[in-house]
């Protein structure tokens, strides 16, 4: 089993930055990789940001550019930087491992918010 824990979420405004972190725990393989949801009101849960366990990252399109996702192999953690944050970005953001290609393990998520 693993357990992922984000932190950092909140309220900012519109331009604003916000860094999501999320630290794992549990049995964790070399070959995870590590990679970022989000989920608007009434929307479908999307992915953010993928990053492997070679550090090699994909983004999507809607946050390309704004967003930089990282992590920390010895400590089992996976950053979210966001940056120039928009009132479309407001969402559940979920941390997830994906394992043999497949999100496997979720966080609980964490609320971001952008005001206008």
């Known amino acids: 089993q693993v357990q992922l824990v984000e932190s950092g979420g909140g309220l900012v405004q519109a331009g604003g930055s916000l860094r999501l972190s999320c630290a794992a725990s549990?049995?964790?393989?070399?070959?995870?990789?590590m990679g970022w949801y989000r989920q608007a009101p009434g929307k479908q849960r999307d992915l953010v940001a993928r990053?492997?366990?070679?550090?090699?990252?994909n983004y999507d399109d809607s946050m390309k550019g704004r967003v930089t996702i990282s992590r920390e192999n010895a400590k089992n953690t996976v950053y979210l930087q966001m940056n120039s944050l928009i009132p479309e970005d407001t969402a559940v953001y979920y941390c997830?491992?994906?394992?043999?290609?497949?999100?496997?393990?979720w966080g609980q998520g964490t609320q971001v918010t952008v005001s206008s």
């Open positions: 990053i492997r366990s070679t550090g090699v990252a």
């Open positions: 997830v491992l994906i394992r043999w290609g497949r999100p496997t393990y």
């Open positions: 549990g049995i964790i393989n070399n070959a995870d990789d």
